[in-house]
């Protein structure tokens, strides 16, 4: 069995997960009247997805954050048609959306060697244009990273996610008996005594409304994208955000975030996910828990207590809810044990036709007689 009395941790630290860059294309070279010769189209500007390489390290390196290509040679009497001005290519890491500043998605690099334009060059002067080239385009653009972290934390605010990761790992992020204590994302590795590692993003409290972006919603869940598993985590005893704000069970926590997380990007519920259940030390939390358990088992009975907008289309179905303290212990080497039972679970699923494919590749082949025999004792 695996023990889980030694926990190394790894912190990144002076994580920048978005980075505004300005970019312009490269002018066009100039036509030459005289002969009819073209200047050659200025250069474009391209984002590259590079696997080592972080937005930190452009920050530091480029203080400007200014990205221009070459321009276009003008045309000349030894060259009538003028060379085409050098392209710029940045690279960037994996896992960036690249957007405008209007907000409109222009790309997304999601795998090594990914690449998206994000500033074409001018045309070279030609008889169409009066032999006068034109300018590169000129934009500012924004690099926004989503996390890569085996576990994802997903909860309102105050649920109890930065304790969580304190005591399961040796990250220390900062914790508060206030909303939005966690104002970016931190990564703590668990480390189990094989040396496997699970890391566990802890991510900033999502509100009702964040698929609207409302409290830098999508900044939030950008970061849900890329784990592979989802933990929730609820307060046993539920959650107000504000005096003016509903006050919200567990059950309602619950459904709400599955909500959100579904108007935001469907996708994301088919991730495997485990629910945690926090603060079991505080008073009638096991009865709350009982609760909670009875409306998670038959959700549609309860959804009445949500707003009619905000029931979930189909209800998440958890690997396993675990009741923990972060102040206590409880509950903390069981909750462990299962996201690595889950982790190693998926891992093996996704092994499965790889390891079916290569006992293929051993097998004798087989002749089309006995296969037709044998398809014949099926009918
Ligand atoms: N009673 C009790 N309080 C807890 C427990 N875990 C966390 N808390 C308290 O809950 C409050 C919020 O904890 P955080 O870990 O900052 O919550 P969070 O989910 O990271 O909050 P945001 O970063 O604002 O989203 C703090 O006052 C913690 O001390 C627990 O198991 N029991
Ligand atoms: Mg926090």
Not at 10 to 18: A, C, E, H, I, T
Not at 95 to 104: L, S
Request: glycine share 10%; aromatic share 6%.
């Amino acid at each position: 069995m695996v023990n889980l009395s030694r926990i190394c941790y790894r912190k990144y630290g002076n994580l920048v997960d978005n980075l505004r860059l300005y970019v312009r294309g490269g002018s066009g070279g100039m036509g030459l009247p005289r002969l009819g010769g073209q200047g050659g189209k200025g250069g474009d500007v391209w984002m590259v997805s590079k696997k080592e390489v972080t937005l930190k390290r452009i920050h530091d390196k480029y203080p400007h954050k200014r990205f221009v290509a070459g321009v276009g040679a003008n045309s000349s009497v030894k060259g009538l048609k003028g060379e085409k001005g050098g392209d710029y290519e940045l690279h960037v890491p994996v896992g960036i959306t690249v957007t405008n500043d209007d907000g409109r998605v222009m790309g997304e690099l999601n795998a090594e060697g990914d690449r998206v334009l994000v500033a074409k060059g001018g045309q070279g002067g030609s008889f169409h244009s009066a032999f006068t080239p034109s300018k590169g385009q000129t934009k500012h653009i924004r690099l926004d990273l989503k996390l890569i972290a085996d576990i994802g934390l997903v909860g309102f605010p105050n649920a109890g996610k930065s304790s969580l990761l304190t005591v399961i790992s040796h990250a220390s992020p900062q914790i508060a008996n206030y909303a939005f204590t966690t104002l970016r994302p931190e990564i703590g590795k668990v480390m189990y005594d094989d040396h496997k590692q699970i890391s566990v993003a802890d991510l900033p409290g999502l509100i009702e409304g964040a698929h609207l972006n409302k409290g830098m919603g999508h900044k939030f869940l950008k970061h849900v994208e890329r784990t592979k598993q989802l933990l929730f985590v609820v307060d046993v005893c539920g959650f107000q955000l504000a005096s003016k704000t509903p006050f919200r069970s567990a059950f309602e926590a619950v459904q709400l975030l599955t909500k959100e997380l579904e108007l935001y990007k469907e996708d994301l519920l088919s991730k495997p996910a485990l629910l945690v259940v926090n603060k079991m030390d505080l008073p009638d939390a096991e009865h709350k828990l009982e609760e909670l358990r009875e409306q998670l088992e038959n959700p549609e009975e309860f959804s009445h207590l949500l707003p009619h907008d905000m029931i979930p289309r189909t209800n998440l179905a958890f690997r396993d809810v675990v009741p923990v303290s972060t102040i206590t212990g409880l509950g903390l080497d069981q909750l462990k044990r299962r996201l690595r039972g889950s982790l190693d679970e998926e891992a093996a699923k996704a092994s499965e036709p790889l390891h079916r494919e290569r006992l293929g590749a051993l097998r004798p082949s087989r002749t089309p007689l006995s296969e037709t025999i044998t398809s014949s004792k099926c009918g």
